[in-house]
């Protein structure tokens, strides 16, 4: 069975410094891995997506993420966070048809 | 020229009714789901039709039923509310040509069961 762990459940940024939430999966064959974002009382927004090639992807909002295939990761990073960035952050993992998540990480970046 | 949508957005009801909750997505996806948000925002599929035949179904009460009448909506329908069904329900779509293909969420339906 495959699982997705986000071992943070908060984190603190300042704005202009870059901001990494971390991803780790477990799962049987290659996996195609997720990031969404959601904002308070909104639904969850596609950021981007690993299936193969390039470890290190890019996707909205200026967001990327690198995959780790030796350490089983998937961070999202951003060089440079807003305050606009603050929300909360699912990772997620699908190596057949369900698509399992994270329990969140809340990105909180202060001014 | 919203992509999923569902109503109502807001749900209060009495333990013992019966509701239902709609979904469409003009995307032309021949995927649709259902997924719960619990308090904690955790976030679990319920359900998955594909071509308007259910092919998930985790393990989920009985009372709540999907329906697709056709490959653009996705209802669902619970009955005998609980105070354990509060929680956000979204639905979500994809187009299965393959699985990496990521999923577009509605704004959710917030059900609160008193």
């Known amino acids: 069975a495959q699982s997705v762990a986000q071992p943070e459940d908060q984190v603190n940024v300042a704005e202009g410094n870059p901001l990494t939430v971390k991803c780790t999966y477990s799962?049987?064959?290659?996996?195609?891995l997720f990031w969404y974002v959601q904002y308070p009382n909104r639904g969850l927004q596609f950021l981007l997506k690993?299936?193969?090639?390039?470890?290190l992807v890019k996707g909205s909002y200026g967001f990327e993420a690198e995959f780790n295939k030796s350490q089983t990761s998937f961070h999202l990073k951003k060089p440079s966070a807003l305050v606009s960035d603050s929300a909360l952050y699912f990772c997620a993992v699908r190596p057949y048809s369900t698509l399992t998540f994270g329990k969140g990480t809340m990105l909180l970046v202060s001014p | 020229d919203t992509a999923v949508s569902q109503t109502p957005k807001y749900l209060v009801t009495q333990m013992g009714n019966d509701k239902s909750i709609k979904c469409e997505q003009n995307?032309?996806?021949?995927?649709m789901y259902w997924y719960k948000q619990d308090s904690k925002k955790f976030l679990k599929i319920m359900f998955s039709?594909?071509?308007?035949?259910?092919?998930i179904n985790e393990t989920v009460p009985n009372r709540f039923s999907p329906k697709s009448p056709d490959k653009a909506h996705l209802n669902l329908h619970i009955n005998s509310l609980e105070l354990g069904d509060s929680a956000v329900y979204f639905c979500?779509?994809?187009?299965?040509?393959?699985?990496?293909?990521?999923?577009?969420f509605g704004p959710g339906t917030r059900l609160t069961v008193l």
């Open positions: 039709y594909n071509n308007k035949e259910l092919i």
């Open positions: 690993y299936i193969t090639g390039d470890n």
């Open positions: 979500a779509s994809s187009q299965t040509s393959g699985s990496s293909n990521e999923q577009f």
């Open positions: 995307l032309g996806h021949d995927t």
């Open positions: 799962v049987s064959g290659n996996p195609y």
